[in-house]
C-alpha cells in the first residue's frame, strides 16, 4: 500500500516579483506538447514557484520540479517514446505479467496495464522519490473513485500519486493511496491552474485536453467518440474554472488531431505544437510589462 500522503497545505511562495507557477493539463500523449512550456521557461530563466498537474501533466510538471531541464525531458521522451522497438521493449517489461497469480488477478481487469510498472519503466530515473524532495512545491491531482471527490497529493511518496494522477479508466488500473481507490486526475480537475491561485503573481495554464476531431458529419469510431465526449466535458469543466480562478495566461498547444494514446508520435506532436513557444514568450512579455 502506498504511503503519499494526501493533505493540502499552503505550498511556500517566493516574494521576489513577478513571481509564475504553472498548471500542467491532463491529455494523454497530447501533454508531449508540455515541453515547449519548460524548454521556453527555461530559456527565459524563469524558475516557478509552484506546479500543479494532472495526468500528463502530472508526470511533466514532477520531471521538471525534479529539476529535469526542458531539453533533458525532450531526449528522454523521444528515447523512451519515439522510438517504437524503445517503448514496446519497456510496455514488455512493464506488462507482462509477474507469475500466475499476477496473470489471472482481476477478472475484468485483465487486459488492463498497471500505470506504476508502466512509470517506473518510462520516467527519468531522475525524477524525485518523495514530494519533499523536489526542487519546485508540486500538487498532483487525483480523483477518488468512491469518495467523489478531486484530492490534492503534496506530500509523501510521489511515483504512486503520478501513477494515480495518470491513471485513464479502461485503460489502466486505479491506483490504491491510502486505502483510497484513485484514477485520473483530470476527470475532476483536467488543468489545475484554479490549485495555484494566490502563490503566483503570473499563472500559467497549459490545455492539452483538445477537442474531437474527426470529419464533421461523419460518425466517428467508438473508441474516438467515447474519448471525445470525455474530452467535451473536461472543456467544459476548464471553462467554469477559468470563469472563477482566471489564470493570467492560457495555452491551448496545438493538438487537436492526437489520440490520447498517439505516445508512439511523439515527434509529429512536438513539431504541430511548436507554435506555443512563441506564443507564451510573447504571453510573459505582456505580463511581465505589468509589473514594470
Known sequence: M????????????????????VAFGGGGARGIAHIHIIETLDAMGIKPVAIAGSSIGAIMGASMASGLSGEEIRAH??????KPSSAFGRMWKAARPRGVKDAMEGGLRLGQFNVE????????????????????????MVTDYYGHCEVVCTQGELRPAIAASAAIPAVFRPVILDSRIMIDGGIFNPVPFDQLAGLADIIIG?????????????PPATIDMMFGASQLMMQSIIEMKRRAYPPQILLRPEVHQFRVLDFLKAKEILAESEGVTEQLKRDLDAAFAFFK
Open 2 to 21: 502506498s504511503e503519499t500522503k494526501i493533505a493540502e497545505p499552503d505550498l511556500p511562495v517566493r516574494f521576489s516579483e513577478p513571481t509564475v507557477a
Open 77 to 82: 521522451t523521444l528515447e523512451t517514446m519515439g
Open 117 to 140: 510498472r508502466i512509470l517506473d519503466a518510462f520516467l527519468p530515473d531522475t525524477v524525485a522519490r518523495q514530494f519533499e524532495d523536489l526542487i519546485i512545491p508540486t500538487k498532483i
Open 206 to 218: 497549459v490545455d492539452v485536453v483538445g477537442l474531437p476531431a474527426g470529419v464533421p458529419g461523419q
